[in-house]
């Protein structure tokens, strides 16, 4: 089943911070992020494995709230570059389910 | 670490026509691979799962005669669309793990377009 996504897309000015939630109804052992830029293939960004885990790289940011089943992507003083449409995939044994996506788009 | 490649990364073909794409781990030994299809401004999908040596196991509502999906080392899986139609038309992505973790790393992907 797939998890649920928000917000669909989100616009932001360079700097601007955003967040992106991705929930699911059933217990997840893995939440995975990935963003895809328009005409390519998904780029992966993060993975988080355990319930309570936040990891970053650079400005962007996640974390995993096991008992509510839901994780959230953190933008934070957002780059041009961070432009495109977010995905979370999650999993609940070895198969992955990705959201509908989250379109972002950062404007100078 | 953890390349996976595909060939070709687009591809047009003829409606009938059969087309074979490619997806190896160039650096890795993939004990399982996933085949995922996109359509325009929407999510991937899982199509199949392959794992090496064994027969491909699908997602609900895809056809295997259609989708021939081949895992025949640890490091290819080929999947073949045949007799290729206007709405098969997408985007192929492949993915490849290696052992019992839940990364996956996901090929470049490939552009169908049947005419």
């Known amino acids: 089943q797939q998890p649920v996504q928000s917000p669909q897309a989100v616009i932001l000015r360079e700097g601007e911070d955003a967040v992106i939630n991705c929930s699911s109804s059933k217990a997840l052992y893995s939440v995975h992020w990935y963003r895809q830029k328009h005409g390519e293939a998904p780029v992966f960004l993060m993975i988080?494995?355990?319930?309570?885990e936040q990891k970053g790289h650079e400005k962007i940011s996640a974390s995993f709230n096991e008992k509510k089943q839901q994780s959230s992507l953190y933008l934070t003083a957002s780059q041009l570059s961070y432009s495109g449409t977010y995905f979370c995939g999650t999993s609940n044994d070895y198969k992955l389910s990705f959201g509908a996506g989250t379109t972002v788009t950062v404007r100078a | 670490g953890a390349v996976v490649s595909q060939h070709p990364s687009w591809v047009i073909c003829k409606s009938g026509t059969s087309v074979k794409i490619e997806c190896r781990s160039l650096?890795?030994?993939?004990?399982?691979m996933f085949w995922y299809r996109q359509f325009p401004k929407q999510s991937l999908m899982l199509m199949a799962t392959?794992?090496?040596?064994?027969?491909?196991?699908?997602e609900q509502g895809v056809e295997k005669d259609k989708f021939l999906i081949n895992h025949a080392s640890l490091t290819l899986s080929t999947l073949t669309v045949t007799s290729a139609h206007p709405e098969d038309s997408s985007f192929y992505i492949c993915s490849a793990k290696t052992g019992p973790g839940p990364e996956q790393y996901f090929g470049p992907g490939t552009r169908l377009t049947v005419t």
């Open positions: 650096d890795f030994q993939a004990t399982t």
């Open positions: 988080l494995l355990k319930g309570g």
């Open positions: 392959s794992n090496e040596g064994s027969k491909a196991t699908y």
